[in-house]
Antibody
Framework: QVQLQQSGPGLVKPSQTLSLTCAIS??????????WNWIRQSPSRGLEWLGR?????????DYAVSVKSRIIINPDTSKNQFSLQLNSVTPEDTAVYYC????????WGQGTLVTVSS | DIVMTQTPLSLSVTPGQPASISCKSS???????????FYWYLQKPGQSPQLLIY???SRFSGVPDRFSGSGSGTDFTLKISRVEAEDVGLYFC?????????FGQGTKVEIK
């Protein structure tokens, strides 16, 4: 059974970098049939897909246009996890952040509330 | 981007009565592999979303059979045959065919 365990700080200062990690059990970040996503949820924006990384003989990334200039999603094969970095955050980036495995069945992490505030 | 339009946005249901939620996508969600990448989730208060239905009508493991999904192409429906108190929460649809993945606005279900 696939499980995702998120970790990372819950408070980030404006203009700094938001960093979260998603540890995978029951699957491999290098799987040729899965993709590894980050999604966030806020009262003002609802659910917003941020991006994903996946391996199909080589690594690929897709990012949402709204954050494309500020986001990096990286796999870490040595630890079987993947990470989210969101640079230059503002209070509008305050949200619950989820990691999620895509296909064949979507599995979500437990969520991390990240508040951007000084 | 594919727009997912969910209705209604809120629903108040008497226990034991049926409920239905609609979700319409702005594009056909049928993939060339024959699968339709459409999902229904329930998010209970304070929890992460839990998968109810995948690929339009397949019930995820452990989901009670009072939940059913139907539809094709761009129009989809989630039905609860007899609502129970534990069914309260936010229901939302999601398309997984194209990036960016997109979601419905959510339907808040409460018990009368």
């Amino acid at each position: 059974q696939v499980q995702l365990q998120q970790s990372g700080p819950g408070l980030v200062k404006p203009s700094q970098t938001l960093s979260l990690t998603c540890a995978i059990s029951g699957d491999s970040v290098s799987s040729n049939s899965a993709a590894w996503n980050w999604i966030r949820q806020s009262p003002s924006r609802g659910l917003e897909w941020l991006g994903r990384t996946y391996y199909r003989s080589k690594w690929y990334n897709d990012y949402a246009v709204s954050v494309k200039s500020r986001i990096i999603i990286n796999p870490d094969t040595s630890k079987n996890q993947f990470s989210l970095q969101l640079n230059s955050v503002t209070p509008e980036d305050t949200a619950v952040y989820y990691c999620a495995r895509e296909a064949p069945i979507w599995v979500w992490g437990q969520g991390t509330l990240v508040t951007v505030s000084s | 981007d594919i727009v997912m339009t969910q209705t209604p946005l809120s629903l108040s249901v008497t226990p034991g009565q049926p409920a239905s939620i609609s979700c319409k996508s702005s594009q056909n969600l049928l993939h060339s592999d024959g699968k339709t990448y459409f999902y229904w989730y329930l998010q209970k208060p304070g929890q992460s979303p839990q998968l109810l239905i995948y690929e339009v009508s397949s019930r995820f493991s452990g989901v009670p059979d009072r939940f059913s999904g139907s539809g094709s192409g761009t129009d989809f429906t989630l039905k609860i045959s007899r609502v129970e108190a534990e069914d309260v929460g936010l229901y939302f649809c999601m398309q997984g065919l194209h990036v960016p993945k997109t979601f419905g606005q959510g339907t808040k279900v409460e018990i009368k």
